[in-house]
């Protein structure tokens, strides 16, 4: 099953490219074997990827063709041929107010 995943950029720079395509493999049943095989090809992600307990880092969210799986269904969830997974680090940001004239500071 041919598979795509999508890096963001962190990953992307250390993988040499924001877009790995993994090749057919009847080891790609799953979003875990996806990133697993993609772990052994790019050993360099791992670290960045990963927490010391082997789970993914709290600091990205992963997609299956757009749908969201928590890291902890990952074993469990089915990659179909052709998938797309996306691999996404959120943004958070706090509160910014604009000021208008005659506001004060």
């Known amino acids: 099953m ?3 995943v999508r890096l963001p950029q962190l990953l992307a ?3 040499g490219s924001q877009v790995v395509a993994l090749p057919e493999s009847d080891s ?3 979003l875990g074997d996806v990133l697993t095989q993609l772990c052994l ?5 791992r670290s960045h990827l990963y927490d010391e307990d082997g789970q993914v880092d709290i600091h990205y969210l992963l997609f299956i063709n757009g749908q969201h799986v928590s890291s902890e269904d990952m074993a469990r969830t089915p990659v179909e ?3 797309q997974v996306d691999i996404l680090m959120p943004l958070a940001g706090g509160y910014i107010q604009s000021l ?3 506001d004060e500071t």
């Open 2 to 4: 041919a598979v795509t």
């Open 13 to 15: 720079q250390r993988a």
């Open 28 to 30: 790609l049943a799953t």
């Open 41 to 45: 090809g790019h050993p360099e992600l």
């Open 81 to 83: 041929e052709g998938a």
């Open 100 to 102: 208008g004239e005659g």
